[in-house]
């Protein structure tokens, strides 16, 4: 079942956890994460060879970060696939910045943002400058950045990022347009 037909369902869950029922991540957890997995699993695929974090662990790293923050409250399903997109999302920049470190100078080459590279492996430094750019996009156009989030950190089509989004699919069509246009300036002028 994709991420749109779970609509009611989540935004149900959702509601009842922030009313305090506490079996709500339970009944949560089962109708998001094959889709969760599933995500992952595609991003991972395409990881270089040996690298340590797999689907299920990046899948259940992202769980733990969003339902063991006691303060954590979603606004509904839209808001709630955001934060597990940022959350994959710093999962994914903490791992790059650790294989960073460990490398010491690794001279990686950069490579502009096209959407050939959705779901694909990134060297290390790509993936930081993007992390600092998607950052610097949140500031000026937050939906922007979580449409990039969703497709580009976690793989979603654009018809699942439109609908996690709540947005139609026209203007997230076009959102992506100019989010694309404007991560694509920044990482030429980081560059220069």
Do not use: C, N
């Not at 934060?83 to 990686?108: H, N, P």
């Not at 610097?136 to 950045?145: F, H, R, S, V, W």
């Amino acid at each position: 079942m994709s991420i749109v037909g779970h609509v009611s369902d989540v935004t149900r869950i959702l509601e009842a956890a922030q009313q305090g029922d506490s079996l709500a991540a339970e009944e949560l957890l089962p109708l998001v994460y094959g889709e969760l997995r599933r995500i992952a699993a595609s991003k991972m695929a395409q990881e270089a060879p040996g690298h340590t974090l797999q689907p299920t662990a990046l899948v259940h790293e992202a769980w733990l970060r969003l339902v063991g923050d006691a303060g954590a409250r979603f606004e509904g399903r839209a808001h709630f696939f955001a934060a597990a997109a940022e959350a994959m999302r710093r999962i994914l920049i903490e791992a790059a910045r650790r294989k960073r470190s460990l490398k010491r100078g690794g001279a990686a080459a950069r490579e502009e943002l096209h959407e050939s590279h959705l779901v694909q492996a990134l060297p290390t430094d790509e993936m930081l400058a993007i992390d600092e750019a998607l950052d610097q996009l949140a500031a000026e156009d937050a939906t922007a950045a979580d449409l990039v989030k969703l497709r580009y950190f976690v793989g979603m089509t654009m018809d699942e990022a439109a609908a996690a989004l709540g947005l139609p699919l026209r203007s997230a069509e076009r959102l992506w347009t100019y989010a694309r246009a404007w991560l694509r300036r920044r990482l030429q002028t980081s560059r220069g």
